[in-house]
């Protein structure tokens, strides 16, 4: 792909209705263009980047055993009633009537249609525990829509339900969900802490959010910094072992504001360990027991006697992690952005110099592309006739983590590869190809 033919709009500056670093970076680079308030449309280069953050989540979904299923946006008011939130969810539901006047809402949640199906489709214990996740679109008008796709009215989330028989059958199913968030951001090099929260809305008695820090973040948390070394890599899925690493984690005081306790607090944790501070939210779990399932009968055959089954619910936001990531990798001093590569636009870009009166530099670069392709490594030229340092210093700005330097003095066997921030080495292509390979 040439950059010259790529829909990559970028302005000179960041425009002045961005606050924060994610909004400023996301309109700069072209990644998202706004269609009403809240609303955007994905271009390109931030489409991709949702969609590679997308596929890890549901990889690690379903490294844990969790179905995927796909149910719609516009849902029947009928099964809101039944669990009790129509009336109650308030004005950040957008309710709707079809033709025929009946009223219908769009989604901003899950759990009433997710029970629906589950009620009519499973009858005894024995196809219990039973996982399922879609990744869809939702819609919830809020008040104040700001900071871009951070605080949007529509976004694309991935949220996941679990049914089974007992607590301690549902508690496992968490703690599932538990280890499946920490390995989803780790991948995305994210460091992610679980911290107890209050179950809001969708209800319960037990939550964690999944939040990693940042200064423009809207929770507020209070955690001991110990916490922040608890190794989850040797956790197996069993009970035992998930067990553990709940425990592991929640042994360090680590909560969001609502739960905070200043006494418990100064309590539980030495002064030198105490961290007070903001972070982003990118993931929330709840264990509700039988909230929805008892007013939406939805239960099973257990030993001939009806059993409401034990309900929790689990979500990502895909999209917000776009801009949560740029929060917490985007150095807005130097204009320097850098992709993890597991979910950067593209793996390399490839920079040639390029005179008016001279291709051979886009030749030499054609053939390393054509190269890279066949070894499955994404990659973007910059065909346009700017200077090199004037193509660095939009690639650092895009984020692509490599860079690939063609100029006067390319060399074959010896070519200058280039890390984002990092000097550059002189190196064999098939070096370059398994760098790539092994860094994806």
């Known amino acids: 792909m040439y950059f010259s033919k790529s829909l990559i709009p970028i302005l000179k500056n960041n425009p002045t209705e961005a606050k924060i ?21 994905w271009l390109p280069l931030g489409f991709k980047v949702m969609k590679k953050i997308e596929q890890i989540v549901r990889e690690e979904q379903n490294n844990v055993g969790v179905q995927e299923i796909l ?19 308030g004005e ?56 871009g796709i951070m605080r949007c009215r529509e976004f694309y989330m991935k949220d996941a339900y679990s049914f089974d028989i007992s607590d301690d059958g549902a508690l496992y199913s968490y703690n599932k969900f538990f280890l499946s968030y920490l390995n989803t951001f780790k991948r995305m090099e994210l460091s992610a802490m679980p911290m107890a929260a209050d179950t809001g809305p969708i209800g319960g008695n037990l939550s964690h959010e999944f939040i990693i820090l940042a200064d423009t ?29 709940r425990s592991d984690f929640e ?10 306790n200043k006494d418990e607090f100064e309590k539980n944790v030495p ?24 007013p939406m009968n939805a239960s099973v055959d257990y030993n ?22 740029i929060e917490a990798k985007y150095d807005d001093k130097n204009e320097i952005m850098k992709w993890p590569i597991s979910v950067s636009p593209y793996h390399c870009a490839i920079l040639p110099i390029i005179n008016k009166n001279d291709n051979s530099n886009l030749e030499k670069a054609n053939n390393i592309y054509n190269n890279l392709k066949k070894n499955n490594i994404d990659v973007l030229i910059d065909d346009t006739d700017e200077n090199l340092s004037s193509k660095i210093k939009k690639f650092n700005l895009l ?34 190809i398994k760098t790539l390979n092994n860094k994806k």
């Open 92 to 147: 950040e539901m957008l309710r709707i009537k079809d033709r025929q006047n009946r009223e219908m809402l769009y989604g901003p949640t899950n759990e009433e249609l997710v029970t629906e199906i589950f009620r009519s489709s499973v009858k005894s214990y024995k196809s219990l525990p039973q996982l399922l996740y879609h990744i869809q679109w939702k819609f919830r008008d809020e008040l104040r829509p700001r900071f």
């Open 21 to 41: 670093k994610s909004h400023q970076l996301m309109l700069r680079t072209g990644m998202i263009k706004q269609s009403s308030a809240g609303i955007y449309s």
């Open 271 to 294: 002064e030198d360990c105490r961290l007070q501070t903001k972070g982003i939210e990118v993931g929330h779990i709840f264990y509700f027991g039988d909230k929805y399932s008892k």
């Open 251 to 260: 042994k360090y005081y680590s909560v969001t504001d609502e739960k905070f």
């Open 304 to 325: 001939g006697k009806k059993e409401f089954v034990k309900m929790g619910s689990y979500g990502i936001g895909v999209s917000r992690l776009v801009g949560a990531i």
């Open 217 to 245: 973040g809207e929770s507020k948390i209070f955690t001991d910094k110990r916490i922040f070394d608890v190794d989850s890599s040797s956790t197996l899925i069993n009970k035992k072992s998930l067990s553990k690493l």
């Open 399 to 432: 984020g692509i983590p490599f860079q690939i330097i063609i100029g006067k003095n390319f060399n074959e066997q010896k070519i200058e590869f280039k890390e984002i921030n990092k000097e550059p080495v002189f190196i064999s292509l098939e070096e370059i």
């Open 71 to 89: 149910m719609p946006t516009i849902q029947s008011s009928e099964i809101w009633k039944e669990s009790g939130r129509y009336d109650d969810y």
